[in-house]
């Protein structure tokens, strides 16, 4: 399954690698209309985090979260990651191409307890393959959402 950087992923990382949970909630109410957002919520932090695309035509977080794009973002979920002992080793590798000679790739393995477990990610973009490993990694990668 080809996995896409954007919404969807970064919702199954925001579920199944950080363990967030999604919620709605009322940001502002007018005499027309009651605009709701949603938002991902850490229990243990008590953080609430807003996803890139998950808003409203009204709301546009500064700062929201795109694991998925951004590379800022996709390193707290390395370190979410290593919160349970799984590390990830991220490589960027040229790859022959018939097109253009050379086409970068970014390949995530991952470590367990210092062996090497699995090459488990090939893309184009160091943040796509850190979420596509870290899905992988907790045996939620292909899953829908």
């Given at each position: 399954m080809s996995e896409q950087a954007g919404r969807e992923m970064d919702a199954r990382v925001a579920e199944k690698v950080m363990g967030w949970?999604?919620?709605?909630?009322?940001?502002?109410?007018?005499?027309?209309?009651?605009?709701f957002t949603y938002s991902w919520?850490?229990?243990?932090?008590?953080?609430?985090t807003e996803l890139a695309e998950d808003c409203d035509d009204y709301y546009n977080p500064k700062g929201s979260w795109s694991p998925s794009?951004?590379?800022?973002?996709?390193?707290?979920?390395?370190?979410?990651?290593?919160?349970?002992?799984?590390f990830l080793?991220?490589?960027?590798?040229?790859?022959?191409?018939?097109?253009?000679?050379q086409q970068s790739k970014w390949d995530v393995l991952l470590w367990d307890n210092g062996k090497q477990?699995?090459?488990?990610?090939?893309?184009?973009?160091?943040?796509?393959?850190?979420c596509k490993a870290a899905l992988k990694a907790v045996g939620a990668e292909g899953e829908g959402r």
């Open positions: 949970k999604r919620v709605r909630w009322c940001d502002w109410q007018t005499d027309t209309r009651t605009s919520h850490d229990a243990v932090t008590g953080k609430m794009t951004d590379l800022e973002a996709a390193w707290e979920v390395v370190t979410a990651l290593e919160r349970k002992s799984l080793t991220l490589s960027r590798n040229q790859i022959p191409n018939d097109a253009n000679g477990v699995a090459h488990i990610a090939t893309a184009d973009t160091a943040p796509l393959a850190i």
